[in-house]
């Protein structure tokens, strides 16, 4: 997974950024988030280091689409459990995902469904098949 953005450390650090924004979007940064935080860090090939300078400025990695969608798709579960990995679901969590997943070339119908799912199974574990099928409405 993210094939071409392993060639730009750019990019990667993007990602980080879009989570930590969401992560701080209620003024507050719990261990959980940052736990989840770090090991999205880690799967994607960014070391502690480089999480410490999106933290200390995340307005300088802005997200750029990658143009595989599979990895534009990863993207948007990480934002997606990022928002519901405190337990808690807050509106301007919400319109975060709804702006990154637009952006990420996500329907709006799509982007709102996934919503849905991660509130209903907030705070439990959500079936794969479940995501699936929210997916599978949208494919061409």
């Known amino acids: 997974m993210f094939n071409n953005y392993e060639k730009n450390i750019e990019d990667r650090k993007s ?4 989570l930590y924004q969401m992560a701080k979007s209620d003024n507050f940064v719990s261990n959980i988030e940052l736990v989840y935080l ?9 070391n502690p280091i480089d999480v410490e300078e999106v933290i200390d400025h995340p307005e300088d990695f802005p997200l750029t689409a990658p143009t595989d969608e599979g990895e534009r798709m990863t ?5 997606l459990f990022m928002m519901r990995v405190d337990g808690v ?3 301007r969590e919400e319109k975060l995902v709804h702006e990154a997943g637009f952006r990420l070339g996500f329907s709006e119908n799509l982007i709102a469904d ?3 799912v991660m509130k209903t199974y907030l705070n439990k574990e ?4 479940v995501m699936l099928e929210q997916i599978r409405k949208y494919l061409n």
Do not use: C
């Open 126 to 129: 959500i079936p794969p098949e």
């Open 38 to 46: 770090n090991k999205v860090a880690k799967s994607i090939g960014l």
């Open 89 to 91: 679901i807050e509106s």
């Open 75 to 79: 993207i948007l579960y990480y934002l």
């Open 15 to 18: 990602i980080i950024a879009i």
């Open 114 to 116: 996934l919503i849905r």
